[in-house]
């Protein structure tokens, strides 16, 4: 007998699918024959969609934060997302309290560490070199091998002071010395110019706000993909959206989607003041911007599930397959007209939305708000 049974959900492709779990994991895919029995058995009858679990790469969720903060499980499970990377909120100094915290959520935590020792402790944490400690931040990484995933630079005018392109420099060794960790690399203003920044960026590296309206973006005033950016992409540079509160244009993002140039990861860059107030509200509302944009379903649950364990190197995680984690994330295709903004103060209607109903992790269900008041939950 499984624990559970999910029957007849609807995958992206529109095709659908039963899943028996067990013991945390996934234990059989396909149909499966009538007699098969569980604990609990969820039968969707194809009005429920299910994908695996959403993976959320680019969030701010350590609480302790005095900048950008949020609660794992609030942008985590209760958002219908099984897996939350903080990126960077916490350096060498603070990285041992998130740990602790992040251990007692349902929601899968981790961490990109952020170069800086202070983590987000102030605006300029780059800015002054004496925090920029190689050494401090290995032995973070060692002591915190399954927490830490990756490292974070910001490399924006405001954050790096006078210190140019040390910081990133800093990054790539710090990468090299430690297994090759994913290393994901914040774009905002200049200096540096995004040309010197991505020259040093290959495999490995993530490039978030890739789809920024400022000056300092991917595209040429032409509408062109920067060559620099397209030389980086061949040595296996990603495009990580990170939504946020001012990292994201519409017009970009169409033009770009126009020429093939595909996000590699959709995330949020989610805290609470615009998790609340807006734009970005959750990880769902994000993805529902891009079906409006001209990507398909199948192509935005990508980013959110193979993609992102790809990238961050999460085992287990990403794909609905046998002996993988149960890691699920149970969603609806709701129709009807919605107005989705960017933070360029432009807007686009759209007819699609994601709406969340319940993320299972290693098996456990935990219901969203929608999902409190669905059918198909009323056991």
């Not at 007998?1 to 609807?10: E, N, S």
């Not at 952020?114 to 290995?138: H, K, T, Y």
């Not at 409006?292 to 379903?297: A, K, S």
């Not at 192509?299 to 609905?320: E, I, M, P």
Request: glycine share 10%; net charge negative; proline share 4%.
């Amino acid at each position: 007998m499984y624990d559970m049974i999910i029957k007849a959900g609807r995958q992206g492709n529109g095709e659908l699918i039963d899943i028996a779990i067990q013991h945390g994991k996934i234990a059989a895919l396909g149909q499966l024959p009538p007699q098969a029995e569980a604990k609990q058995t969820l039968d969707f009858a194809g009005d429920v969609y299910v994908s695996a679990g959403w993976i959320d790469g680019h969030t701010h969720c350590y609480p302790a934060s005095p900048i950008y903060h949020d609660e794992p499980d609030k942008v985590g499970v209760e958002s219908g997302v099984t897996t939350v990377i903080d990126a960077g909120s916490t350096g060498a100094d603070d990285v041992d309290d998130f740990q602790q915290l992040a251990a007692q959520c349902k929601t899968r935590v981790h961490a990109l560490l952020n170069i800086s020792r202070i983590g987000l402790l102030r605006q300029n944490e780059l800015a002054d070199s004496r925090d920029l400690d190689a050494e401090l931040a290995s032995a973070a990484i060692a002591r915190h091998p399954r927490f830490i995933v990756g490292i974070k630079a910001r490399m924006s005018g405001s954050v790096i002071g006078e210190n140019g392109l040390q910081p990133l420099r800093m990054a790539k060794q710090l990468q090299r010395d430690n297994g090759n960790l994913p290393l994901m690399v914040h774009v905002g203003n200049t200096p540096p110019d995004l040309d010197e920044i991505v020259a040093l960026l290959g495999e490995g590296d993530l490039l978030t706000h890739c789809f920024n309206g400022k000056p300092n973006r991917i595209l040429t005033p032409a509408g062109e993909l920067r060559q620099t950016v397209r030389d980086a992409m061949r040595r296996g540079l990603m495009l990580d959206i990170g939504h946020g509160g001012a990292s994201f244009s519409f017009d970009v993002a169409q033009v770009a989607i126009s020429q093939g140039i595909l996000p590699h990861t959709i995330s949020s860059d989610i805290y609470c003041k615009n998790r609340i107030k807006g734009p970005v509200y959750s990880l769902a509302h994000v993805m529902s911007k891009f079906l409006t944009i001209g990507m398909t379903l199948d192509q935005v649950l990508a980013c959110v599930t193979a993609n992102a364990a790809d990238a961050l190197r999460l085992s287990g995680k990403g794909r609905l397959a046998v002996g993988a984690d149960a890691d699920l994330t149970l969603f609806e295709l709701a129709q009807g007209p919605v107005v989705f903004t960017d933070t360029e103060a432009q807007s686009r209607h759209g007819e699609l939305q994601l709406q969340p109903l319940a993320a299972l992790v290693s098996g456990e269900l935990v219901l969203t708000h929608y999902g409190k008041s669905h059918h198909a939950f009323c056991l």
